[in-house]
Structures are given as structure tokens and as C-alpha cells.
């Protein structure tokens, strides 16, 4: 009797454990993915996509299938996770609020707090992530992270004052360690972008005396390079290219190209011709060419400057230098060949000479350049329809760009030329903004 009423059951009690280890088999693979792609992180950025992908798979088995068991808040905080590294942040958005809602008393939920507020970043909405990351300043886990990725929203939100303010408040409490080298980075690059070129080499040249050698540090010794060199400290710019040892052909050709720059700068344009043609490719190339290219112009080399920029427009179409190249192309047929010449008699001077300083000012956001070839404009083609727009470009770059207090001479100066303008009227528009706002503070 007692053996027959087993057999009965037996079938059951067989099915509740198969389920029960199909269950936990499936949550088990769910956590093995994502620490796998967590490790795959930790080498190189997105390389863990496929990991948190399969998790993610499980996490939703499990959620689903099982939504009374112990380890529920376990697989919902999975999804959020995998959505979160995954770098589809308005599901992991959702996730993380409907997470923090429904399991507050969760051993996970500082951490899906952290990452919510990070995700809010992401989605650039910097003032509510830092809102949630001022509330985890006093977490013994996240305060470091929490301190740091608030002053980071308010460098990617390009609020310089309060980014500085915040990033050297974090070295004062946390001097020492990764995130202390990453801050000094972030302060070149805040001081950079404000123009302060000086303060931003001595905080490069702090930050490298101590680093690592590894790609990423090479990059930083160039770009050091470079601002050696557009202070024009020349001598410490190759001192500083010599430490760059061949390792890494792409920052080669780059150090090349610098090198063939200074070479111009002091004079010696025969060696910088040289080191120009014999950059490889890729974008340093495209660069390399348009310096010949216009190298040549100056020179009065007409043919070998046009066979340049015609190599430009043609072979290096998808660089930056490709539509600069077209534009001076242009230009420079329309000074040198006949006036009457099929390839010129549409062509518009003025109007060639603006959209060149506008491809400076958007395809390479070299603002300095810009203002030069604005400067074109309304020297050489003063009466035309393009004086007024290249001036209302000179003092838009320096008022929102370079933060220069020349923009509102600029803008003066465009009243008084070209009352009648659209841009003027533009000026006047900006200028009475400017006043009000003023007086209101």
C-alpha cells in the first residue's frame, strides 16, 4: 500500500525538483554571464555586450517564469544591470526606477541607485543624476564614484566653473588613486577648453611624470606635444615627441605630422616637405596633404597645389580636410586661371572665402583659423552679401567659443558697417538679451 502510494507521488516530487533545478540553473547562468561580461569590461570598453545579452536572456526567464521566488529582486536587478552595460539606457531607465520602486529593502539597491543616477548622465539629464548622486555622498561604496561622476556631469554639460570647482573639491578629499589621475585629466582638458593652454600642460606634464606607459598615455604625451607647440615652445614640443618610441604606428604618424609643423614653424620647409609625403595614411595623411597643398599655394606652386587638393577631394573624401580642400580648390582657380574659364565663371569669390571659414569653424572646430578666414571676407570682399554674415561669425565664435571680450566690438563694428543686415538686426536682437540679462543680476 505504501509502495503503490509512492509511485503515485514519485512522479511529482520528481517534477517539483527538476523544476526547482531548472529554475536555479537558469538564475545561476544569468549571474555567470554577467560577471563574465563584467571581466570582459574591465579590459576594453563594449567588449561585454554579448555576455550581458545572454544574461540578460535568463534574467528575464527568471522574472517571468518565477516571480514568487527568493531571488526575484536578484533578476530584476540583473535586467537593469545588463541594460545598463549594455548602453541601452532608456530601458535600463526604466528598469532601475521600477527596481527602486518595488524592492527598496533589496541588499542591491545602493548599488541600482548609483547606476540609475549614472544612467540619467548618460541620457543627459545631468541635474536630476546629480541630484541622486548627491544622496549617495555618505555611502562607504559609492561616495568616491558618486563625488566624481557628479563633477564629471558637469564637464559633459560644458559648465566649466562648476566642473573645475568640483573635480579639485574631489582631489582635496581623494588625492591618491585612480580616479585622483583621471580628475587631473579631466582638469587639463576643463582648462584647455577654457583657454588656459598653460595651466593645461602643467597638469598633463604632473599627471605623465607618474603615469604608466601604455597607448592612452602616449596619446596624452602627444597632445602635450601639441600644446608645446601652439604656445610656441618649440624645443620642448620635440623634447617631449622624443619620449613617444615607436610603438604605435597611428601616434607615429601623428608625431610626424607635428614634427613637419614645427619644422615650418622655424623655417625649414624642405625637411617638413619631406616628413608631409612620407605620412602613410589615415587622417594624418589627409592633414599632411592639405598643409602641402597649401605649402604649394603660398609658394606659387599653382599645379602642384591644385594636383593636392584634388588628390584631397578625390582619394580622402570621407576626411575632414576633404571639403576644406574642395573650398580652396576653388578659390585658388578663381584667383589663377582666366576670368573667363568654364571651371570660374560661377564661381563667387566672397562666397567661397565664407563657406571655407565656416567648414574651419564646423567640419574642424579649429576656431582660431576660422577668425582668419572670416577675416578674408570682409577685407577682400567688403561690399559683398558675405561681409555681414563672416563678421556676425567673428563675434559669435569669440563670444561662445573662445569667450573672448572682443565679441561685442565685433558686434559693434557689424551695427556700424551694416545697419541694414539681417545679421545686424541679429546683433541688435543678442546685444539687448545680453543688456537685460545684465541688469537683472
Known sequence: MIRSGLRRILPLIILVLSSGCAYFNTFYNAKRYYKEGLKYEESKKGSGKAQFKK????????????????????????????????????????????FLEHFSDSPFTEEARYHYALTLTELKQYSEGRLVLQQMFDSKRFRRGARFRWALAFKEEEDWDAARSAFKEFLDRYPQGDLASDTRLHLAEIELAGGDTLSAINTYERYLKRAETSKE?????????????????????????????????????????????????????????????QIPSGNSRAEAFFILANLYEVQGEYDLALAYYDTLTSRERRSDYAALAERKKTLLQARVLEPDSADTTEVD??????????????????????????????????????????????????????NDTLWHEEFERLLELYPESKEAKDARELLGDEEVSSDST
Open 349 to 402: 569669390p566672397a562666397k567661397e572665402q565664407f563657406l571655407l571659414a565656416q567648414t574651419y569653424l564646423l567640419s574642424l572646430g579649429d576656431f582660431e583659423r576660422a577668425l582668419e578666414e572670416y577675416a578674408k571676407v570682409i577685407d577682400e570682399y567688403p561690399e559683398s552679401e558675405y561681409a555681414p554674415k563672416a563678421l556676425y561669425g567673428m563675434a559669435w565664435l569669440r563670444r561662445y567659443r573662445l
Open 217 to 277: 598615455n602616449f596619446e596624452r604625451l602627444l597632445t602635450l606635444a601639441e600644446l608645446h607647440y601652439l604656445q610656441k615652445d618649440y624645443v620642448t614640443a620635440r623634447r617631449t615627441l622624443r619620449k613617444i618610441n615607436g610603438r604605435y604606428r597611428d601616434i607615429d604618424e601623428r608625431s610626424d605630422l607635428l614634427t613637419a609643423k614645427i619644422e615650418l614653424a622655424e623655417g625649414d620647409s624642405s625637411q617638413a616637405e619631406k616628413l608631409l609625403a
Open 55 to 98: 544574461s540578460l536572456e535568463k534574467a528575464v526567464i527568471v522574472a517571468r517564469d518565477y516571480p514568487d521566488s527568493r531571488w526575484i529582486d536578484d533578476a530584476f536587478f540583473l535586467i537593469a544591470m545588463n541594460y545598463y552595460w549594455m548602453e541601452n539606457y532608456e530601458k535600463a531607465h526604466n528598469q532601475f526606477e521600477g
